[in-house]
């Protein structure tokens, strides 16, 4: 990989000058986009799914921990693995911590099809305290679009799945493969409705604060630093 050429501080502000009125164009359309997407109409979730967590059993809405909102990280680890997807792992690092989403009035869990008990030392070794939670004993991750049949080539909410070969590699059972992802739901009273869903390449460059928040029905709302506390200064 060959380096940057080597120019005057004249040239190169020249250069900035012109790249950063072309970031700046796509920033307003990347913010146009994120009106649209929370424009998006949402589908109840009727169905009964029960997770298993640190805690025992747990329901979907369970996992929004009382909040208005919920980001479900598909997490890849399928139950004949041994350990989770070198992947998901490096999203995960990314996350940092969830008292900033919870300040907003949103939860985060990472869902994977591997027993808890699978789960739990990976969990344990990887230093993570967010919440995760076994989907094995139930069809959430097929019917979100985190878990295909092999050579189906796509899920709900994302279009191409480049994700596939990945999980291939990685041992399947029943013909099925794992596929990373994030989706949301909004929650009213007891009724769940599903928002949002990216898979595979979708989740480049999420990870943080913003990028998972713009993800949601309810975006960065209330926006402003102003907003923002050391996490252990948030009133919970």
Known sequence: ?????????????????????????????????????????MVEVDAEYVFEG?????????????????VVHHFMFAPEWE??????????????????????NTAFAAVSRAPFTRILPFKARMGWVVPWYSSSHGDFNLDFGATVESGQGQGEGQGQDRGQDRGQDRGQDQGLVERP????????????????????????????????????ALGRSPA???RLRLHDEYDH
């Open 224 to 226: 402003g630093s102003d």
């Open 1 to 41: 990989m060959s380096h940057p050429e080597i120019v005057s501080r004249e040239r190169w502000r020249a250069a900035r000058e012109e790249l950063l009125r072309k970031e700046e164009a796509v920033r307003r359309a990347h913010e146009a986009l994120g009106q649209e997407r929370r424009r998006l109409p």
């Open 54 to 70: 640190g805690d025992g059993k747990a329901t979907l809405l369970d996992l929004f921990e009382g909040r208005a909102q919920l």
């Open 83 to 104: 350990a989770g997807c070198r992947c998901c792992s490096a999203f995960l690092d990314q996350v940092g911590h969830l008292a900033h989403l919870r300040s907003r």
């Open 181 to 216: 992802g994030i989706s949301c739901f909004l929650r009213d009273h007891d009724w769940v409705f599903h928002t949002y869903s990216v898979f595979d390449d979708g989740l480049d460059g999420l990870g943080t604060l913003a990028g998972l928040l713009d993800l949601t």
